[in-house]
């Protein structure tokens, strides 16, 4: 069956610091892997993708994503963590079955305090 | 650029009664999606649409309908509402050839 996992809840972390949000999933054939971020009362807005190519994803504001095909993981990072970061995360992996359907993670809330 | 537009943001239902969501979208794309969030469940696939006139079930459509008569409008319509669909439902489409979605801000919906 193909699902996604983000096996934290939350993640906490201080402003400066790296921040990383974890995301593994199961899927047949190549995957297309994307991660979106949710700020209160929004709706979710697209970080990046991956769907072949360079296994180190950059996306919007100082995110990146690091493919491993290997361990099936996506996981989300960035050197150096706002406060403003702080929001829920989705991981997503497209559909294989088609009409690019999108399977998503239960998501993050990422916390970063000052 | 408003992109994916959804009405109502807010609304509270009464068991039973009937309602239609809206999303309209101003970028010309072919494909549109409904979700369900849920705490600590995601994004739920309802139903989707590959083009005008054209709609089919995703991962949890008992309960609702929808419908594609124009390609920039999506409609969920709950006939009969129940405590159960109490969710944020969120819009959003995609064009041809990229599987990037662009989502709406979603519609808070509590039925009591």
């Known amino acids: 069956a193909q699902s996604v996992a983000q096996p934290e809840d939350q993640v906490k972390v201080a402003e400066g610091n790296p921040l990383t949000v974890k995301c593994t999933y199961s899927?047949?054939?190549?995957?297309?892997l994307f991660w979106y971020v949710q700020y209160p009362n929004r709706g979710l807005q697209f970080l990046l993708k991956y769907i072949t190519g360079d296994n180190l994803v950059k996306g919007s504001y100082g995110f990146e994503a690091e493919f491993n095909k290997s361990q099936t993981s996506f996981h989300l990072k960035k050197p150096s963590a706002l406060v403003s970061d702080s929001a829920l995360y989705f991981c997503?992996?497209?559909?294989?079955?088609?009409?690019?359907?999108?399977?998503f993670g239960a998501g993050t809330r990422l916390a970063v305090h000052p | 650029n408003a992109g994916v537009t959804q009405t109502p943001k807010f609304r509270v239902l009464k068991t039973g009664q009937s309602m239609t969501l809206l999303c309209a979208q101003d970028m010309n794309h072919e494909y549109m999606y409904w979700y369900r969030q849920d705490p600590g469940m995601g994004l739920r696939l309802i139903h989707y649409s590959v083009g005008e006139g054209t709609t089919a079930k995703g991962e949890v459509p008992d309960g609702y309908n929808v419908s594609r008569l124009k390609k920039q409008n999506f409609l969920l319509g709950l006939e009969s509402a129940a405590p159960s669909q109490t969710s944020v439902y969120f819009c959003?489409?995609?064009?041809?050839?990229?599987?990037?979605?662009?989502f709406g801000d979603g519609t808070r919906l509590s039925i009591l």
């Open positions: 959003a489409s995609k064009e041809q050839g990229d599987p990037t979605q662009h």
């Open positions: 997503a992996v497209r559909d294989a079955g088609g009409y690019n359907k999108l399977i």
């Open positions: 899927v047949s054939g190549n995957p297309y």
